[in-house]
């Protein structure tokens, strides 16, 4: 330290009369930093709470699997309900305060997961509620309806309370639960069922990209294979193929536009997957089939190679 506060006075970098509080500045620079301890519960600590949630969680699963159908309606939905209670309760318990949850990740983690937990059972006790109360068959069936809605909608306040891909699920699921069951009981049941899954991914993508979820990554990737697969469930499993192959054409252009704004990869796969299923299965159904299996790998593969490159190429200009 004192070499080098002689060297700086010396090449005239530091006055002599204030060589010691330069001295002091470089002693202070040289030492080694200080490493703060982890606030909050270690890695370990989390693995084993995950654990035991997951062992009560089984344990109730395996009392009601014994005694079900012992339980009667209302001892089912009472069941239900008590299990969305503890894992709740759990949930609020490892959240804590905003200012504890703001500085500890694991702890939001862990509350997320258990909240999204409580979530889906408490969808579990709507549906099983709603069964019980209605009595006939159903043209729609509302007990699977209403048991979505809520799990979204008690997924959506547990993600906000804490946040975490286990959220997301929870959301998303109930959204896919809920929506196609309504869409089911149109005339055109595969119509709807994939119409349903491709309007709950491009809203899911809409409300993603307004910065709502924190978790953007997961909630693109799960948005754009939610879209994907219900633009293809339509060209597959309805008379529409036409509407489905433009459908998948529009995720694959939309796709490509998301890309170039914001370089999030799960566009730029959405982009190069649809575009790998909807150009055989277009060429295939326009030729009435003439084409064969020698042809149809032919053109996926051909196909598959062009999307490869054009997202590479997409990849490479986006990065420039």
Known sequence: MDRVTEALVAQG??????????????????????????????????????LGAALVLAAGLLFMAQTWDDLGEVGQVVA???VTAILGGAGLVA???????????????????????????????????VDAIHDGSFDTYWPGFAGGLVTMLVGFVGYRLASSAAGLLAVLGGALVAAPTWAASLDEEALGVGGAFFFVGVIWLVVTESGLFAQ???????????AVFG??????????????????????????????????????????????????EAVSDWTSGDLGVIGGVMVTGLTLLAASFAGYWLRREASE
């Not at 530091?14 to 040289?30: F, H, I, T, W």
């Not at 200012?99 to 997961?113: I, M, S």
């Not at 997961?218 to 294979?225: E, M, Q, V």
């Open 95 to 129: 959240r804590g305060s905003l200012a504890v949850l703001a500085g500890n990740e694991v702890r939001r983690r862990l509350a997320g997961t258990l909240l999204a937990g409580a979530a889906v059972t408490a969808g579990f006790a709507v549906a099983i509620a």
């Open 13 to 50: 970098l530091v006055r002599p009369e204030d060589a010691e509080r330069a001295r002091g500045v470089v002693a202070g620079g040289l030492e080694a930093p200080k490493v703060e301890a982890q606030a909050g519960l270690p890695k370990l600590v989390e693995v084993v709470a995950y």
């Open 231 to 280: 633009a293809q469930f339509i060209a597959l499993a309805s008379d529409r193929h036409a509407l489905g192959y433009v459908l998948t054409a529009g995720i694959v252009v939309g796709s490509v536009l998301m890309y170039l704004a914001q370089l999030a990869w799960p566009y730029l796969t959405a982009a190069v997957v649809g575009i790998t299923f909807v150009v055989p």
């Open 80 to 82: 239900m309900v008590l």
């Open 216 to 226: 953007r990554t997961i909630a693109r990737s799960l948005g754009c294979s939610t």
